[in-house]
């Protein structure tokens, strides 16, 4: 009984290919987040989801795509890859405001050829 | 505009001694500020987190941290470190407070070593 979940845990890659992450949380928060852990372990905000809709997209380059079909599953999706997206990239899920824990999946290793 | 910073990227004690890891942060607005671990290949946990007027925080695994106004500090501290506590430790804030926003900014870590 996971509570933040995320699939596949490893990913092996050719540059230009297109590629998605999934993630599923069971708590019933209704905030989920993506975070890209780089390789000297530094963690910066990607998006953030409340309730299926957008709120948080930190400058990210449009080749990411974050996508919500519900309140318990947020996934991203990453167009054309480039040997810099090779990264950890983690999902948290929160229940209402930002005082509250964030939940964080087990990370999804992303290595890009 | 809100940042955090570990003051050295790696501690290394004893087992049984003292664990002071430090975290300073700037923040634009009251932040919250928390402090998560991360064992190798998993994802983070929350250690503790200050939300209130209480300054000294207690969290899980013997862990505390005291919020300095002052020193704009955050500092982690454990009496006594234990083998199991070698792990990556962030310190992160969020200036969204009471906000549905939950931006969290991380400092960029603190390796933790516990020597037997």
């Known amino acids: 009984d996971t509570a933040v979940s995320q699939t596949p845990k490893y990913l092996v890659t050719q540059m230009g290919n297109d590629k998605s992450i999934k993630c599923e949380q069971n708590?019933?928060?209704?905030?989920m987040y993506w975070y890209k852990q780089d390789s000297k372990k530094f963690l910066k905000i990607m998006f953030s989801y409340n309730n299926k809709e957008l709120i948080i997209n930190e400058t990210v380059p449009n080749r990411f795509s974050p996508k919500s079909p519900d309140k318990a599953h947020l996934n991203l999706h990453i167009n054309s890859l480039e040997l810099g997206d090779s990264a950890v990239y983690f999902c948290a899920s929160q229940q209402g405001v930002s005082q509250e824990t964030q939940y964080f999946g087990p990370g999804t290793r992303l290595l890009v050829l | 505009a809100q940042s955090v910073t570990q003051l050295g990227s790696h501690v290394s004690v004893s087992e049984g001694a003292l664990v002071l890891l430090r975290c300073n942060y700037s923040s634009s607005v009251p932040p919250y500020l928390f402090w998560y671990v991360q064992y190798p290949n998993q994802g983070l946990q929350l250690l503790l987190k200050y939300t209130s007027a209480a300054t000294l925080v207690k969290g899980i695994n013997g862990f505390e941290a005291e919020f300095k106004k002052s020193e704009t500090s955050f500092h982690l501290t454990k009496p006594s470190a234990h083998m199991s506590d070698a792990a990556e430790y962030f310190c992160?804030?969020?200036?969204?407070?009471?906000?549905?926003?939950?931006?969290?900014?991380f400092g960029r870590g603190t390796q933790l070593t516990v020597w037997p």
């Open positions: 992160a804030v969020t200036p969204d407070r009471g906000s549905t926003l939950g931006r969290l900014y």
């Open positions: 708590l019933g928060h209704d905030t």
